[in-house]
C-alpha cells in the first residue's frame, strides 16, 4: 500500500525521465506507475469487498461510553463487558477506547478542571494548574486507569454530540447559549484562589478575541480533543459529576452544558461506594443522579407501556429501555423504594398511589423552598446567573416545539440550575429530590406541558430579569403564580371536585 505522498513524487519522477526508470526508482511496478500517470487524483481510494469494521465500531463505542456518565469507571464499561454487549470482538473495542483516551503512562500529575461550558460555537474548559508544591504532588489519589476511562468519557461525549460538526452548522435557530456569555468565563478568575487558572477552547467559528490570554484555542475539532485528552491525562481526577452532566447533554448535541466545580475535589468515596453506579447517595451535588435519569426513563416507560398507579414495574424492560445492565436498575429502583419515590409495600417497585393531598404537599414544599432559592439567588453576584441564562435558552428552544416533554424538561432543568445557583446547598438538595417525585407525579398523570409552553416560557423569562436587577420580591411574584397553575393542573387531573382549595390557600398563603 503506497502513500499518496510516494505516488505523487513517482508521477513527478516519471515526467523528467521514463516510467521504466522512476518505477526502479520508487521499487513499485511498471504496470502499476503507468496506472497512476493516468490517474486525475492520486489520493487513496475506496476498496472493494467488506466495509472497514473498525470505524463502524468507533461509532458504537463512542455512543456507549459518552453517555455512561460516571459509570465508565466501573466493570460495566470494561473492554470485555464492551464487546459483549455489543457482539465485537475485545480487540475492537479496545482499538476503539484506545482512540479517546491516553495511556495510563501519560496520566500524572496535581491539576483540576474548573469549568466546563458548551453552546454551539464555543466549547470553554478550565484547570487550575498545580504548584507543584507537595500537597499537588500528594493529590493523585485515585488509579490511572479510572481518569484513563473517565477521559474516554469526556471524548466519546464531544463525538457523539455531533461537535465535529460545528464548523458546517450556520444559523442562530441552532444556539442555545450566548457566546458573549461563553466568553466572559475567561475573565473569571474567581476559581483560581491563587493558583493559574488556563482555558482550553473549540472555537471552529473564531469568536474568541485575540487579546484574550491565557487561552489555547484550537480550530481544528481532532486538535481540540488531543489538546484536551493531554490535559485532562495532567488532572488529579475528572469528577463523576462532570461525566453525568455531558452524557445527560449527548442528546442534545452537548447544547446548554455549564458544570463548574464546587470544591478542592470530590468527596472520597466510602468502601460501600459502586463507582459504576455512584447512586451510594443518590441526592445529587452538582448534576443528575442515575435515579433522576431513572425517575426520566420512569415517565417515557409508563408512557408507553401504559402504566397505572399500582401497577409492578418491569426492571427487565427498564434496563432495555436505558441500555444499562439489569443490576444497575435493580440498585436504583431500591433507592428510589427506600427513598418513597415508589411503592415497595407489596414486594417489588409499584407505580405508588398519589392522591390530591400528595399533590398540594408536594408542589406547597417546592414553592417554600422556591423562594428561599429566590432570595438567596438575587444578592449573589450576577456571573452566578450564567448557567441559570443558559438554561433558560433551553427551555425558549423547547417552547418554540411546542413539545410538551421537552418543555418540562428544559423548565425543570432551569428551576434546578436556580437552586444550585443559590449557594444553598441543603435547600439546593432538597428542591431536587422534590423534583424527582414531580417527575414521577407528572409521568403518572401523563402531564402535558405543550399548551402551556408559552406561559411557562413567560414566568422563567420573568424571574431571570427579576434575578438580574437583584429584585427577590419581583422573582417570586411568577414563581408563586407558576407553582399555583401547576398544581392547579395536576389536581384536575385527579378529579376537580376532589381539589380541596381551602388546604391550598393556607398551606401557601403569605404570613408578612
Not at 87 to 113: C, H, K, N, Y
Not at 338 to 351: F, H, N, P, T
Not at 365 to 393: C, D, N, Q, T, W
Request: net charge neutral; hydrophobic share 40%.
Amino acid at each position: 500500500m503506497y502513500s499518496t505522498e510516494t505516488r505523487r513524487a513517482a508521477v513527478a519522477a516519471a515526467g523528467e525521465s521514463s516510467i521504466a526508470e522512476a518505477a526502479v526508482d520508487f521499487g513499485v511496478s511498471a504496470s502499476s506507475l503507468r496506472r497512476w500517470v493516468g490517474r486525475n487524483d492520486l489520493a487513496d481510494r475506496p476498496r472493494n469487498g467488506r466495509p472497514p469494521i473498525q470505524s463502524t465500531a468507533d461509532q458504537v463505542i463512542e455512543a456507549l461510553v459518552g453517555t455512561a456518565g460516571a459509570r465508565i469507571s466501573g466493570s460495566d464499561y470494561s473492554t470485555r463487558a464492551l464487546a459483549e454487549a455489543t457482539g465485537l470482538s475485545q480487540s475492537i473495542v479496545s482499538r476503539a477506547v484506545r482512540g479517546m483516551t491516553v495511556p495510563t503512562a501519560e496520566v500524572a500529575g496535581g491539576d483540576e478542571v474548573t469549568v466546563v461550558a458548551a453552546g454551539f460555537p464555543l466549547i470553554v474548559v478550565g484547570f487550575r494548574t498545580a504548584d507543584g508544591g507537595a500537597e499537588s504532588a500528594s493529590r493523585q489519589a485515585v488509579p490511572p486507569r479510572r481518569i484513563q476511562r473517565r477521559i474516554a468519557g469526556v471524548v466519546a461525549a464531544l463525538r457523539s454530540g455531533g461537535v465535529r460538526n460545528w464548523p458546517q452548522r450556520f444559523g442562530s435557530e441552532h444556539r442555545q447559549a450566548d457566546p458573549g456569555e461563553l466568553l466572559a468565563l475567561l475573565h473569571d478568575t474567581s476559581a483560581g484562589t491563587g493558583a493559574r487558572t488556563r482555558f482550553l477552547v473549540f472555537d471552529p467559528l473564531s469568536e474568541v478575541p485575540s487579546t484574550v490570554s491565557s487561552v489555547e484555542v484550537h480550530r481544528d475539532f481532532a486538535e481540540f480533543t488531543s489538546a484536551l485528552r493531554a490535559d485532562l491525562a495532567s488532572c488529579r481526577d475528572i469528577p463523576g459529576s462532570l461525566l453525568d452532566l455531558l452524557a445527560a447533554r449527548v442528546r442534545h448535541g452537548l447544547e446548554g452544558v455549564m458544570w463548574r466545580s464546587t470544591s478542592q475535589g470530590e468527596s472520597p468515596r466510602s468502601s460501600n461506594t459502586s463507582d459504576s453506579m455512584e447512586i451510594s447517595s443518590w441526592l445529587p451535588k452538582e448534576t443528575r443522579s442515575i435515579t433522576e435519569h431513572l425517575a426520566i426513563a420512569l415517565r417515557e416507560e409508563i408512557i408507553d407501556s401504559g402504566y397505572q398507579p399500582g401497577d409492578r414495574i418491569n426492571p427487565r424492560l427498564l434496563s432495555a429501555r436505558m441500555q444499562v445492565p439489569r443490576a444497575s436498575v435493580d440498585a436504583a429502583l431500591r433507592r428510589m423504594v427506600d427513598d418513597k419515590l415508589l411503592d415497595g409495600s407489596r414486594g417489588g417497585a409499584r407505580i405508588p398511589l398519589i392522591t390530591t393531598v400528595d399533590v398540594l404537599d408536594l408542589y406547597a414544599a417546592r414553592m417554600a423552598v422556591g423562594e428561599v432559592v429566590l432570595r438567596s439567588l438575587a444578592l449573589r453576584p450576577k456571573r452566578y446567573l450564567v448557567s441559570v441564562g443558559i438554561a433558560l435558552r433551553q427551555v425558549e428552544a423547547s417552547a418554540a416545539t411546542k413539545s410538551g416533554i421537552d418543555v418540562e424538561d428544559a423548565d425543570l432543568h432551569f428551576q434546578q440550575e436556580l437552586a444550585r445557583a443559590s449557594g444553598l446547598r441543603e435547600s439546593a438538595r432538597t428542591f431536587e429530590s422534590l423534583t424527582l417525585r414531580l417527575r414521577l407525579f407528572i409521568s403518572v398523570l401523563q402531564l402535558d406541558y405543550s399548551p402551556a409552553s408559552d406561559r411557562i416560557l413567560s414566568d422563567d423569562q420573568a424571574m431571570f430579569a427579576a434575578l438580574s436587577r437583584g429584585d427577590a420580591r419581583a422573582a417570586i411574584e411568577p414563581w408563586r403564580a407558576k407553582v399555583d397553575n401547576a398544581v392547579r393542573h395536576m389536581s384536575g387531573l385527579l378529579g376537580r371536585r376532589r381539589f380541596d382549595q381551602e388546604l391550598w390557600t393556607q398551606l401557601t398563603r403569605r404570613l408578612d
